[in-house]
Nanobody
Framework: VQLQASGGGLVQPGGSLRLSCAAS????????IAWFRQAPGKDREGVSCISSSGTSTDYADSVKGRFTISRDNAQNTVYMQMNSLRLEDTAIYYCATVAGHCVFTLGPITPVNWGQGTLVTVSS
């Protein structure tokens, strides 16, 4: 199983970035995929999740209305469009396959396989 996140960078507050997660080595459309992030000195937290078919998505409250997760099963890729970025969005962002539910209100989303992260820095 391989997951490779990309698309991070330096952006000013209010700016946008689009992250990609390229997957290989497994049947991509059998798995929900989530984005997590880890800010300096903080625990890793779930950010967004998309079902295996792509028909269902969910978000952490901190990013709801600003981030959009999507997937292209033909390309084995998940995306996350991040708009209206804030200083507190600065973190390393990771994608992961998910076991169980993909709904934040049901409890923690359980990652199974992690990819390498991509650094997002929001700074003026």
């Amino acid at each position: 199983v391989q997951l490779q996140a990309s698309g991070g960078g330096l952006v000013q507050p209010g700016g946008s970035l689009r992250l990609s997660c390229a997957a290989s080595g497994f049947t991509f459309d059998d798995f929900a995929i989530a984005w997590f992030r880890q800010a300096p000195g903080k625990d890793r937290e779930g950010v967004s999740c998309i079902s295996s078919s792509g028909t269902s998505t969910d978000y952490a409250d901190s990013v709801k209305g600003r981030f959009t997760i999507s997937r292209d099963n033909a390309q084995n890729t998940v995306y996350m469009q991040m708009n209206s970025l804030r200083l507190e969005d600065t973190a390393i962002y990771y994608c992961a396959t998910v076991a169980g539910h993909c709904v934040f209100t049901l409890g923690p989303i359980t990652p199974v396989n992690w990819g390498q992260g991509t650094l997002v820095t929001v700074s003026s």
